[in-house]
């Protein structure tokens, strides 16, 4: 529902300032001889009276009066800054920013999971479609991707759009970050994406089926720095336990990992276990909204001044159409000299 306000109402205490005036201040006074003649003590003494000094107030009406306090009552509503208050606009921000860690190493192209055809495809398949799934109810949250072979690199930015951040995810490629595994320096990448982050819930889910082999920073020790940082790290631990040399999968590591920032480890050796692990990190990590509210303003403090205006030019043009029209009922036939406002 739209309103009338005004920001500075404190300043209706101006209303009454002219009419203190009026009564407080005495008046101008103009001293001028009312009579000045080279006998005025004969004319006294011939008619008994007894000069004194005195005073004349100028007549002024009541039309012009009027006109003033109007004109002084807007110059006030105007000072007082009056506004349109719209009707209250909600907006939905987003709460929390969540960070998905990517690994894209050799190991991930692995054809031992099944799709929800049947089908059996790579690791990495199953990942994007089950992480395909997950974004999809992630309404309301920032959403950032980082991938990471022998280094990490950022894929998508923290966004709201999480259908590029879908599109994205469907684009990615075994080894395009190469073949090793760097989880730690993938964990300190994300940590400074995090500084640029203004919103208290901050998550990292991390994707491996691999052990550390090409980080320089041990993962322990940048979980250390993203619990410091208020960031709770969730991972994922995808492929055979065990596997040994470069696809071996270090489930130590990331327990430890989760335990240190206070977020949960989780094992998938198929694509149904992926699945239940996603539907749990989805009832773990809430969506978290805040709701802004706010009314637009619109300024109008304009109306009232150019309402004063015109009224002051109204009535100074009514008092010369009335002047010109008397004089000329006073005098008929002669020409009226300009008359100067």
């Not at 004109?71 to 606009?89: D, F, H, I, S």
């Not at 920013?97 to 929800?116: E, I, K, P």
Request: proline content about 7%.
């Amino acid at each position: 529902m739209r309103m009338l306000v005004f920001a500075y109402p404190w300043l209706a205490l101006l209303i009454p300032l002219p009419f203190a005036v009026w009564f407080l201040v005495p008046p101008r006074a103009d001293r001028r001889a009312g009579l000045r003649v080279p006998f005025f003590d004969r004319l006294v003494a011939l008619t008994g009276a007894r000069p004194h000094q005195g005073g004349v107030v100028a007549p002024r009406g009541w039309l012009r009066l009027a006109v003033l306090a109007l004109c002084w009552l807007l110059t006030v509503a105007a000072l007082a800054r009056p506004q349109w208050l719209e009707p209250p606009l909600h907006r939905d921000q987003p709460a929390r920013d969540m960070l998905l860690l990517v690994d894209l190493s050799g190991s991930m192209d692995a054809r031992d999971f099944v799709d929800a055809s049947g089908k059996t495809v790579d690791r990495l398949s199953a990942v994007r479609e089950v992480l395909d799934d997950f974004l999809a109810r992630r309404k309301g949250d920032r959403v950032g991707i980082v991938v990471f072979g022998d280094a990490p690199f950022t894929l998508v930015p923290f966004t709201t759009d999480l259908n590029l951040c879908r599109t994205l995810l469907r684009d990615m490629a075994v080894g395009m970050a190469g073949p090793r595994t760097a989880f730690g320096d993938a964990i300190g990448l994300g940590i400074r994406m995090f500084e640029k982050s203004n919103v208290k819930a901050r998550t990292i889910i991390a994707l491996t089926d691999g052990n550390d082999t090409a980080s320089k920073v041990p993962p322990a020790e940048a979980a250390g720095v993203a619990r410091d940082k208020g960031i709770v790290i969730h991972t994922v631990a995808i492929g055979d336990p065990t596997a040994i040399g470069e696809e071996k999968l270090d489930e130590k590591a990331l327990q430890d990992v989760a335990k240190v920032t206070g977020g949960g480890f989780f094992r998938a050796l198929d694509r149904a276990g992926l699945a239940q692990i996603y539907a749990r990190l989805d009832a773990l990590e809430v969506r978290k909204i805040d709701t802004v509210s706010f009314r637009p303003k619109l300024d109008i403090y304009w109306v009232p001044l150019a309402g004063a205006l015109l009224l002051s030019m109204l009535a100074q043009a009514l008092h010369l159409l009335w002047r010109r029209i008397a004089y000329r009922a006073d005098v008929p036939g002669t020409v009226q000299p300009p008359v100067r406002p």
